[in-house]
């Protein structure tokens, strides 16, 4: 590293990098919120790896991808997170029963190929928006008799939706919809009597997390901008 290399210029892939790290620390407790978004402000308001780097300095070298701005300029690389996701599993089938109650799946958990669901006077949730995949096409087969089941999957993820409803409803707004290349594919068939099954999408926490910082930097950019043709 060069005398000088603190005054260089950062780029914005530098500025994601630190706001991973960030990222990171606030998930494992070591940030609180208000520390978080302090720093974060700071890391798109930086233009020099001399104003990055105090940022991370006292976070562990744990915090991927370092605690440390990357003085080496490396070709980004576009996110892959399906192929992780999809694990494999047994083929037999599952099942999710609520009978004057509930249940519900959601969090870290792996989908089966093959899920029965059934809500009889009760209701259940099958969200898939952190979950693996036993397969890169899932079945979930819902029954709701004077009940309901919602599903919930992530972008990305194409839906197939083959239910029909018996003076009940069948969500069917997301069928049809292509996922991303390499994704997996969620069918969701059965039968609603006096009940309803639902079918939508959501964004992950992680993903709104960056959707709010990501309006966050363009409001600072734009203060910047106005800053700048002030001066």
């Known amino acids: 590293m060069t005398d000088n290399a603190p005054e260089l210029r950062a780029s914005d892939s530098d500025r994601e990098r630190v706001a991973e790290v960030l990222r990171d620390a ?12 302090e720093r974060l402000d700071a890391t798109y308001r930086a233009r020099t790896y001399g104003e990055l780097e105090p940022l991370t300095r006292d976070l562990p070298a744990g915090a991927a991808p370092g605690p440390r701005v990357d003085m080496v300029k490396r070709p980004a690389t ?10 494999g599993g047994d083929d037999s089938p599952s099942w999710a029963v609520a009978v004057l109650s509930g249940f519900q799946r959601k ?6 190929k093959r899920l029965n669901c059934v ?25 709701a008799v004077m009940g309901g089941v919602q599903v919930i999957v992530p972008p990305g993820v194409e839906v197939v939706v083959r239910g029909v409803g018996v003076m009940g409803g069948f969500d069917h707004r997301e069928n049809g919809v292509l996922g991303d290349p390499g994704g997996p594919r969620v069918i ?3 039968f609603a009597f006096w009940g309803g099954v639902g079918v939508e ?31």
């Open 26 to 37: 606030l998930a494992e407790g070591r940030l609180d919120m208000e520390e978080f978004e």
């Open 78 to 87: 576009a996110d892959e997170p399906w192929p992780g996701r999809i694990v």
């Open 107 to 112: 969090g870290r958990w792996t989908a089966p």
């Open 119 to 143: 809500a009889l006077w009760g209701g259940g949730e099958i969200d898939l928006r952190d979950a693996d995949f036993a397969d890169r096409e899932i079945r979930i087969n819902c029954v």
């Open 188 to 190: 969701v068939s059965g």
């Open 201 to 231: 999408r959501k964004l992950t926490r992680a993903q709104k997390q960056e959707l709010r910082e990501e309006r966050r930097r363009e409001k600072l950019e734009r203060k910047a901008g106005r800053r700048e043709a002030s001066d």
